[in-house]
């Protein structure tokens, strides 16, 4: 976890270090620091850099100018200018241009230690770096190893969180066109970096991490409509990174008690991220809570009986579509969502209502049933949804 410009300025002398514009950006997010003294060394700056200007390597005033805008730029965090034998003052178009931008601008006079204060900085962001990567390993062992308390509790309340809090999991999965291949490497890196960023800046009892290549989100003690304010500014940035053809799920387990059921809310999310996977229902945040009958679908263990109720029940009519090129189970499908109107479903479906009777009298033809009965289309609703979650 970065460590927000705020929270490192706050420890600072502020007779030494002074904040000359910029106010605004005070909750940008800082993850290294670095002095920059030309823009050639641009090309190795990371995202999130608080950086340290001397001007020993400026030969005109305007180049100071320049050297603020490429690091600003460059995704830097904010500027701290060395007053004295190169910099004698900060020029006024900089200050206009950082108060603008909200780039935090400040000036240290020439007596004080720079590398003190980066190393002041640098240990802030070391805590904070290690403090979210044992929160990470404290919420696996939470999720995978369930009754050994003594693994996660003590270190769970050592970094601020409670155990009798609520917790809910959210994973993010993204695929490729085909809907059975993982984005590419870089750019799964770009969005976990990104979800990273959104959540950092405001949520500070929310941890991000990877497992088995999907991005869980753990939300402690939250309730569900601010989950979801989250989960919707996660994912407008996730869209505006992905093509249209790719495919990204967001998923929601259900609120746990306290931090000992939080394997559930993975395993529920999960759940979640496998019915939206056979819905093909995309770029939707999902709630477990909202799953309705799914919910008691997706909790029969018996693999078995749910596949020789599939068999017995519509499988006939997925093989005969397979085979013919035909759309009937799309034909069934919305005819039962329509409460069988076939009005509806010939809107839907943009087919004329003679069409539709012809084909149910044959989806009845290959299923042996009778699509008036109630119970008949009460087993194949069931039917197709248990297809759904396969």
Avoid at 31 to 58: A, Y
Avoid at 214 to 224: G, P, Q, R
Avoid at 293 to 301: G, P, Q, V, W
Avoid at 357 to 371: A, F, M, R, T, V
Wanted: proline fraction near 1%; aromatic fraction near 10%.
């Amino acid at each position: 976890m970065a460590v927000k410009i705020s929270e490192l300025y706050e420890d600072i002398d502020k007779k030494n270090m002074k904040l000359i514009a910029g106010k605004n950006g005070m909750q940008n997010l800082v993850k290294w620091v670095r002095v920059v003294e030309n823009k050639d060394i641009l090309v190795h700056l990371k995202d999130h850099v608080m950086t340290f200007i001397t001007g020993i390597s400026l030969e005109r005033e305007e180049d100071l100018f320049e050297l603020v805008k490429l690091i600003h730029e460059n995704a830097g965090s904010g500027i701290i200018i060395n007053i004295g034998p190169f910099i004698k003052e900060i020029p006024k178009e900089v200050i206009e241009f950082c108060d603008e931008y909200d780039f935090p601008l400040f000036q240290i006079p020439w007596h004080i230690n720079l590398a003190e204060i980066m190393r002041e900085f640098s240990y802030k962001i070391t805590l904070s770096l290690q403090s979210t990567s044992e929160l990470i390993g404290i919420f696996k062992n939470a999720i995978f190893f369930v009754n050994s308390l003594e693994l996660y509790v003590p270190q769970l309340e050592k970094n601020d969180f409670n155990a009798n809090w609520s917790y809910s999991v959210a994973v993010i999965e993204m695929l490729q066109e085909d809907g059975t291949k993982l984005i590419d490497k870089k750019k799964h890196s770009l969005l976990l970096k990104h979800i990273e960023d959104i959540v950092t800046y405001t949520h500070k009892r929310t941890i991000v991490f990877e497992l088995d290549n999907k991005i869980v989100l753990i939300f402690a003690n939250y309730d569900e409509k601010k989950i979801i304010n989250i989960m919707e500014t996660v994912k407008e940035k996730c869209i505006q990174l992905i093509n249209k053809k790719e495919r990204i799920y967001f998923c929601i387990g259900n609120k746990s008690q306290n931090i000992k059921s939080i394997a559930k809310s993975y395993r529920k999310a999960l759940d979640v991220l496998k019915l939206q996977k056979g819905r093909e229902y995309k770029d939707e945040i999902t709630l477990y809570r909202k799953l309705g009958a799914y919910k008691l679908l997706l909790s029969i263990e018996d693999k078995e009986t749910v596949n020789e109720y599939y068999q017995e029940t519509i499988e006939d009519l997925f093989e005969y579509d397979k085979s013919n090129k035909t759309d009937y189970v799309l034909t069934l499908d919305t005819y039962l969502k329509c409460n069988g109107s076939l009005k509806e479903v010939a809107s839907r479906l943009f087919y004329h209502r003679n069409t539709i009777n012809y084909k149910l009298n044959k989806i009845q033809e290959i299923l042996s049933c009778d699509l008036s009965e109630f119970n008949t289309r009460l087993t194949l609703s069931l039917a197709l949804m248990l297809k759904k979650i396969m």
